[in-house]
């Protein structure tokens, strides 16, 4: 049996097992997630502005999905297969209408760990063409940090990859709606994709935008910085962002987020060229800019050693 195929069994049956744990449990029927119906037929779940534990249950990035005529589109499925179950559970509770796709918007495992609740024949997953190569590379972590601090054991066949990749844009059709997938160049990951409602103007932007839960670089700084002028562009009525509150000001809510990053890059040049060692500037860069941001402690630290790796050595 090939090894997508392996996969794809696994992934099955690791829904059908959790499906029937979670409905001895009572979850599915008693805890779906709470969701919001921010335009018409446009519903999301807003994360807690935290880091990924086990005391919030993985339970911090904004989920979304989008209802046509025919089927609906689910946007990000949650921090762990549990998380994916309730996810699940409260899109059947607004709809009867089929899941049809899985967008998966890039490959950080608060987004993308309850994949195999959704895992079916007639759902197709959807992400960057970038996103498996780089699930393939974490998959490891993130099934040991599963087991290790959620208690959730979880086998490498049963981790859903999916099938659809977006190179550039790509439309999916609903029915009477049509979503718009752009896959941008490295930014927050080498493997960001948004999600755009044409009927209503709302942009999933994901985490190319963060509000109150501080930025965080994983992909290339500049590259984020140049994408963000492009999302500007965008004729967006709502933006959802992947962590923190959705926003009805666009584009000034990506404001905040441009200031940050532009402080941590003109900050992280100015180190290096007075010859500040790492250590140094990780004690030093873009403290005042960071300071209006939750998270700050967990993850500004880790940004300015990445911004400065990034640009030790620029032209």
């Given at each position: 049996m090939p090894l997508r195929m392996h996969r794809r069994v696994g992934a099955l049956l690791l829904g059908a097992f959790l499906h029937v744990v979670a409905a001895a449990q009572g979850v599915a029927e008693a805890a779906p997630l709470a969701v919001t119906e921010v335009a018409p037929g446009?519903?999301?779940?807003?994360?807690?502005?935290?880091?990924?534990?086990?005391?919030?249950a993985g339970d911090i990035a904004n989920l979304g999905f989008v209802i046509g005529s025919r089927c609906v589109a689910v946007i990000d499925t949650g921090g762990t297969p549990q998380l994916g179950q309730r996810?699940?559970?409260?899109?059947?509770?607004?709809?009867?209408?089929?899941?049809?796709?899985?967008?998966?918007?890039h490959a950080h495992p608060d987004h993308v760990l309850g994949n195999a609740a959704f895992a079916g024949p007639d759902t197709r997953f959807v992400a960057s063409a970038k996103f498996n190569a780089a699930l393939a590379a974490r998959e490891r972590y993130f099934l040991n940090s599963l087991a290790r601090d959620f208690g959730v054991s979880v086998a490498h066949g049963a981790v859903v990859y999916?099938?659809?990749?977006?190179?550039?844009?790509?439309?999916?059709?609903?029915?009477?709606?049509?979503?718009?997938?752009?896959?941008?160049?490295t930014a927050h990951t080498d493997n960001d994709l948004t999600v755009y409602d044409r009927r209503t103007r709302t942009l999933f932007a994901s985490d190319l935008l963060f509000t109150q839960h501080i930025p965080v670089v994983d992909g290339n700084?500049?590259?984020?910085?140049?994408?963000?002028?492009?999302?500007?562009?965008?004729?967006?009525?709502?933006?959802?962002?992947?962590?923190?509150?959705?926003?009805?000001?666009?584009?000034?809510?990506?404001?905040?987020?441009?200031?940050?990053?532009?402080?941590?890059?003109?900050?992280?040049?100015?180190?290096?060229?007075?010859?500040?060692?790492?250590?140094?500037?990780?004690?030093?860069?873009?403290?005042?800019?960071?300071?209006?941001?939750?998270?700050?402690?967990?993850?500004?630290?880790?940004?300015?050693?990445?911004?400065?790796?990034?640009?030790?050595?620029?032209?």
């Open positions: 446009v519903y999301m779940h807003a994360g807690l502005v935290e880091d990924w534990l086990p005391s919030n996810w699940r559970a409260a899109i059947e509770r607004t709809t009867r209408l089929p899941i049809c796709f899985v967008i998966d918007t999916p099938t659809l990749a977006v190179e550039g844009t790509r439309e999916l059709d609903l029915g009477d709606r049509v979503l718009v997938l752009k896959a941008w160049p700084l500049r590259g984020w910085l140049a994408v963000m002028q492009d999302l500007a562009a965008i004729d967006a009525t709502r933006v959802i962002p992947g962590h923190g509150p959705i926003s009805n000001d666009w584009p000034a809510a990506l404001k905040p987020q441009q200031e940050y990053l532009e402080a941590l890059r003109r900050e992280t040049r100015a180190a290096i060229k007075a010859g500040k060692t790492l250590p140094q500037a990780v004690d030093s860069v873009g403290m005042a800019a960071a300071s209006d941001w939750q998270l700050t402690d967990r993850f500004h630290r880790r940004n300015v050693t990445a911004a400065f790796a990034e640009l030790e050595w620029e032209d």
